[in-house]
């Protein structure tokens, strides 16, 4: 009965909006699109948080207490979202214990990943940050560019522009990275990945002639057990850690595919 309550509803681009300080009586689960969750100062700054996707939930927060939102919710695009009711979705999660369970995998899931983000940018410099966002950009399919909006990075980061390229242009400077057009391409990887070593000490290697002997030369070492030359083949790194040897050898390979766990 109470799921014949539930309402699907679909969002043009930039039409689903859930202002923050405001009370809103309705539980949202996305069925597809993404949203934005980010928080607004009153001086009209926003600082990122998080984004949300297929599967996700909006509203578990202030369910309880039917407090004022925290934060802005705001779709990136298109969202289709089923819609319940507040006091009913309280009566769905006292008689169904399935979805009692889903409710508290996701909320315990997303406070995590927030407090995991809390504890970044209290302990690290804006430089180790953004370190860290260009590495775990590159590390996501083993590239070694990627589409660069310096917006983002600001609000992820909860900073200025400014200073978010003043980081950027050191980077350069040192030979590490360069722009093309709009994308970030990481030209050095032993420098960034001693840069990021000073966050995470990913490894104890950190002299050059080392850091090239044993990372990369080991690395690239595969390929002549195995012809990777002009052939599209796949390669699964498993526990890659820094990005060895996967990352060395996507560079060397342009069209091998790497996935990095």
């Known amino acids: ?66 407090k004022p939102y925290v934060c802005c919710v705001e779709g990136k695009g298109k969202v289709k979202t089923l819609e319940l009711d507040r006091k009913l979705c309280m009566e769905w999660l006292q008689k169904d214990a399935n979805f009692n369970e889903y409710v508290l995998e996701r909320l315990c899931e997303i406070t995590y990943g927030s407090m995991q983000k809390i504890g970044e940018n209290s302990l690290y410099t804006l430089k180790q940050r953004i370190c860290q966002y260009i590495m775990d950009k590159v ?25 978010v390229n003043r980081v950027f242009k050191e980077l350069r400077d040192k030979g590490i990275i360069d722009n093309v057009e709009s994308k970030l391409i990481v030209k050095d990887y032993d420098k960034l990945l001693r840069e990021k070593n000073k966050v995470m000490n990913l490894t104890a290697i950190t002299e050059y002639e080392d850091v090239l002997k044993k990372h990369f030369l080991d690395s690239l070492a595969l390929s002549q057990l195995v012809k990777l030359e002009g052939k599209k083949a796949k390669l699964l790194d498993m526990g890659t850690g820094a990005g060895f040897p996967g990352i060395p050898l996507k560079i060397a390979f342009p069209e091998l595919e790497v996935t990095l766990m």
């Open 1 to 66: 009965q109470i799921l014949k309550e539930m309402e699907i509803k679909r969002y043009s681009t930039k039409e689903f909006y859930l202002e923050q300080g405001e009370i809103h009586d309705t539980f949202y689960i996305i069925v597809e699109g993404e949203v934005d969750i980010y928080f607004e100062s009153e001086q009209g700054k926003t600082f990122y948080l998080n984004s949300y996707g297929k599967g996700y939930f909006i509203g578990e927060l202030e369910l309880f207490g039917r």
């Open 139 to 163: 590390d996501e399919k083993g590239k070694k560019y990627f589409a660069l909006d310096v917006d983002v990075v600001s609000d992820s980061m909860g900073v200025t522009k400014r200073s």
